[in-house]
């Protein structure tokens, strides 16, 4: 048990429609990252958030968008779904004393929520 | 450019020792972690090793890094069936603070 929670555990989209996934950081922890895992694959950085900023992005468009809150939740949406968007996505938090400083703290990932795109 | 690279599948008799190798691309790279995952679980942290370091011991988990040749491996004493996962390399971009995956290794333990 990681202390990381992800809602819904599974969801079914049609393609061109709009989801919103949630995740549940551990308390105190300030910086959530985001990823996707297509079936088979290594997860991919999406984006990460320090504080309720945007705080690094990998190479997902912009229909990928985040928010952070203040109570350690944060949320995933995704516009436009596309058939490829049909993968596992995962956060983790973590603690970071600055917007640089992802280095050895432990980055504890809840355990995803998977969406498939029909 | 940025690239993580890792058998995809290893096999080994229980009891024996496991070694998954690992190749990255960037020498930039300061942080580098080994993440098992189970079925239907997220990402666990199993150790991590900094740059400037050659070898780390934990329990029954061995991190050997070789910086010049940019290739890491982790070996596991004594396999159990309970090690049975895909075992992830990542790779920390110093540059950006982005932890690059590769594709995982699924370790199989043989009876």
């Known amino acids: 048990e990681t202390g990381v929670t992800q809602s819904p555990t599974h969801l079914i989209k049609t393609r061109g429609q709009q989801v919103t996934l949630r995740c549940s950081s551990q308390s105190g922890h300030n910086t959530v990252s985001w990823y996707q895992q297509a079936l088979g694959q290594g997860p991919q950085f999406i984006f990460q958030y320090y504080r309720e900023e945007e705080n690094g992005r990998g190479n997902f468009p912009p229909r990928f968008s985040g928010l952070q809150f203040p109570n350690y939740s944060s949320e995933l949406n995704v516009n436009a779904l596309e058939l490829d968007d049909s993968a596992l996505y995962l956060c983790a938090s973590t603690y970071q004393a600055g917007p640089g400083g992802l280095t050895t703290d432990t980055q504890y990932f809840g355990p995803g929520t998977r969406l498939t795109v029909l | ?111």
């Open chain 2, 1 to 111: 450019g940025e690239d993580v690279e890792q058998s995809l599948f290893l096999s080994v008799r229980e009891g024996d020792s496991s070694v998954i190798n690992c190749t990255y691309t960037d020498s930039s790279s300061t942080y580098l972690y080994w993440y098992k995952q189970e079925p239907g679980a997220g990402l666990q942290l199993l150790t991590y090793i900094f740059s400037n370091m050659d070898m780390k011991q934990d329990q029954r988990l061995t991190v050997l890094l070789n910086k010049k040749d940019k290739h890491l491996s982790l070996r596991i004493a004594d396999t159990q069936t309970g090690d049975s996962a895909i075992y992830f390399c990542a790779a920390l971009m110093n540059r950006d603070d982005k932890i690059i995956f590769g594709k995982g290794t699924r370790l199989h333990i043989l009876p």
